[in-house]
């Protein structure tokens, strides 16, 4: 079956500008996840969806970082006036449920870059 | 210190060789624990999950020490195909689920 898709697969941007990446997981999936992951470094956990429940936004380094999932589905993670330390590859996971055993099953990111 | 700890690497190995990751966690509340693979530019996939009676899946074996906080992952007879990072994960759930990535260790098998 289809798995998680990402859009765009790259994004060059200005300084400043804002840019939204799309997410779209796996049907069925209930929860969704969006990290980062700058060049040569590990994943930072940036926000979590479960359902209908409040996201988890804990890991959002500013308030310049925003995400929506609508209808349960689709998830939208805006950057608002980027800066350059921003420019990373964008992935999303998406997995069956909430527990700590469900495996996350990732898109192949979005790589941003802030000229 | 970080929550989650690998050795970098890169480790460089011989095909055929033995090679063993070790990822050592710090949070006790850690409830369940995965090795991922990521290639180079590509997004990480799960190679296996992680059980307190360990687990084998043909070449690779992973181990839990829950008294330890350390989770190991061995590959035998190294492929070239396994040149990658693994990636060590934990997952916990206090105040809500938590998902923490280690920084990965680097693996090169040459011929």
């Known amino acids: 079956g289809a798995g998680v898709s990402q859009s765009p697969s790259n994004k060059v941007t200005e300084k400043g500008k804002d840019v939204e990446l799309r997410c779209d997981p796996i049907s069925g999936h209930t929860a969704l996840y969006w990290y980062r992951q700058s060049l040569g470094q590990g994943l930072e956990f940036l926000i979590y969806f479960q359902g209908n429940s409040a996201p988890d936004k804990s890991g959002l380094p500013s308030d310049r970082f925003s995400a929506e999932r609508t209808g349960g589905s689709v998830s939208t993670l805006t950057i608002q006036r980027t800066q350059q330390e921003d420019s990373a590859v964008y992935l999303c996971a998406s997995s069956l449920g909430r527990g700590a055993s469900y495996e996350q099953y990732f898109g192949p990111g979005t790589r941003l870059t802030v000229t | 210190r970080k929550e989650v700890e690998q050795d970098p690497g890169p480790f460089n190995v011989p095909e055929g060789a033995t090679v063993a990751f070790n990822c050592t966690y710090s949070?006790?509340?850690?409830?369940?624990f995965f090795w991922y693979r990521q290639d180079c530019r590509k997004e990480p996939k799960l190679l296996m999950s992680?059980?307190?009676s360990g687990n084998e899946d043909g070449r690779f074996t992973a181990q839990l020490n829950r008294a330890s906080q350390y989770i190991s992952l061995l590959i035998r007879d190294s492929k070239l195909s396994d040149s990658a990072t693994y990636l060590c994960?934990?997952?916990?759930?206090?105040?809500?689920?938590?998902?923490?990535f280690g920084a990965g260790t680097r693996l090169f098998v040459k011929a």
């Open positions: 992680v059980y307190s």
């Open positions: 994960v934990v997952r916990r759930n206090t105040g809500g689920f938590k998902t923490i």
């Open positions: 949070n006790s509340a850690s409830q369940a």
